[in-house]
Structures are given as C-alpha cells and as structure tokens.
C-alpha cells in the first residue's frame, strides 16, 4: 500500500515562491498534486508520468513546476509567483493506471494527508 506525506506548506505573499515535497514508498506510473478548497472543490494542478512530460492546469502552467527525486523517493511542486487564488490545500497523488489526457478527469487511487498553502495579498 502506497503511503504518501506532504510538507513544506506555509504562508507567503503575493508573488512569492513554496516549495512542496512529497514522500512517497513506491512509485506509480502517474503521481500529481491537486489542491481543494474548504468547499470540496478540487482542481489538479499537475501531473507526471513516467513515460512522458508533465501536465499542467492553465491556472499554474508557466508558475508551477513538478519533479521527481526517483533516488529520494520524493514529488516536488515548484510553486513561483504565488497569488491569492493559490491559497488551498495541496496533496500529493498517485495513480495505479495511466495519467488521464484531461487533468479534470485524472482520478487517484491514493493521496496524502495535505498541507496548507496561504498567500496573503
């Protein structure tokens, strides 16, 4: 059973920069984080395959960047020039299956616990 741990939330302003890490114990052939509101609406922000290069949601692309340390067992999300509407709790994911081609339709099979981003205006 996959087992995932975020870190590196926190709170910034606007136009700053985080730096999410994600642990994880067995690598899948699709991982992604998304972010949810306290309203439950969720929105995958980006994904990586290992047999491909990553996608992004128009609201981050050329802002955020995802990598993975395969030595290290860890999934990063590069988050630059942060605004307000980035404020939300980020996880980390994993797919037993391939990424989906639409990020809006990408389902996971596992997620960690989340980790708060706030960016203050």
């Known amino acids: 059973q996959i087992h995932l741990v975020e870190s590196g939330g926190g709170s910034v302003q606007a136009g700053g920069s985080l730096r999410l890490s994600c642990t994880y114990t067995?690598?899948?052939?699709?991982m992604g984080w998304f972010r949810q509101s306290p309203e439950g609406q969720r929105e995958v922000v980006a994904n990586?395959?290992?047999?491909?290069?990553?996608v992004y949601a128009d609201s981050v692309q050329g802002r955020f960047t995802i990598s993975k340390d395969r030595d290290k067992n860890i999934l990063y999300l590069q988050m630059n020039k942060l605004n307000a509407e980035d404020t939300s709790t980020y996880f980390c994911?994993?797919?037993?299956?391939?990424?989906?081609?639409?990020?809006?339709?990408?389902?996971?099979?596992?997620w960690g616990q989340g980790t708060q981003v706030t960016v203050s205006s």
């Open positions: 990586i395959r290992t047999d491909g290069p990553p």
């Open positions: 994911a994993a797919s037993w299956g391939r990424c989906s081609p639409t990020l809006s339709e990408q389902k996971y099979n596992a």
């Open positions: 067995q690598e899948t052939f699709c």
